[in-house]
């Protein structure tokens, strides 16, 4: 089964407004990453977010991470039609070897 | 810079036929992977290698083979396809098992 889980499921904003995506695993993990992917595109590494960490920015994206829930969470500030896509939580278990398993996904569409 | 080259982009196997995805990266990364992307069900791991002679099973394996016989190529092969097996594959690669993937856009297989 699925280590992560995206909510919402979809997501319908205005340019120029935030969205804000969350991500729940179950086990303990050494890192998690959250990627975007375009229709019909291969997935592409937004940010990767340490076991050890709280909070992580990278230009408009923001993601935070709270162990003791198990969760975690991307926003997007100031929206741009361009950032229309699906995005995945994906992790990596704290166990030597494991790969990265990936979220349901959440789709966001940004309305110009 | 080339990345991760799937092919093919597209192919329509009949039910019972054998069929080998081809991945090859030129990145020289130690890790690789075979996800598969269902609509509603994210990308689900089949298998990966964490380095070129090693091969892992991940969520989904049954009725998928993989070699790793050296770092660049890892195929996947489906001895006998069934429909079920209808999805977009994508082939990912990481420089070490815990770090960011980088996708191959997918290859869309359809099984009559």
């Known amino acids: 089964s699925q280590q992560g889980e995206e909510d919402p499921q979809a997501l319908s904003i205005q340019e120029g407004e935030n969205a804000t995506m969350n991500c729940s695993y179950k086990?303990?993990?050494?890192?998690l990453q959250w990627y975007r992917q375009n229709s019909g595109r291969g997935l592409v590494h937004l940010i990767l977010?340490?076991?050890?960490?709280r909070e992580k920015h990278s230009g408009r994206l923001r993601v935070t991470l709270d162990t003791s829930k198990k969760s975690s969470s991307l926003l997007i500030t100031a929206s741009r039609a361009a950032d229309t896509a699906s995005y995945f939580c994906?992790?990596?278990?704290?166990?030597?070897?494991?790969?990265?398993?990936f979220g349901k996904g959440t789709t966001l569409s940004v309305s110009s | 810079t080339a990345g991760i080259t799937q092919a093919p982009t597209s192919q329509i196997l009949a039910a019972g036929r054998s069929m080998t995805l081809r991945c090859t990266q030129d990145?020289?990364?130690?890790?690789m992977y075979w996800y598969r992307q269902d609509l509603g069900l994210g990308l689900r791991l089949i298998h990966y290698?964490?380095?070129?002679?090693?091969?892992g099973k991940g969520e989904v394996p049954d009725g998928y083979s993989v070699s790793r016989a050296n770092t660049d190529d890892f195929p996947l092969t489906l001895a006998s396809a069934v429909p079920s097996q209808t999805s977009v594959y994508f082939c990912?690669?990481?420089?070490?098992?815990?770090?960011?993937?980088?996708f191959g856009e997918g290859s869309r297989l359809t099984v009559l």
């Open positions: 994906a992790t990596r278990r704290n166990q030597a070897g494991t790969a990265l398993i």
């Open positions: 086990t303990s993990i050494n890192n």
């Open positions: 977010i340490r076991s050890n960490e």
């Open positions: 990145m020289r990364h130690n890790a």
């Open positions: 290698s964490n380095t070129a002679g090693t091969t």
């Open positions: 990912a690669s990481s420089p070490e098992s815990t770090g960011e993937l980088f």
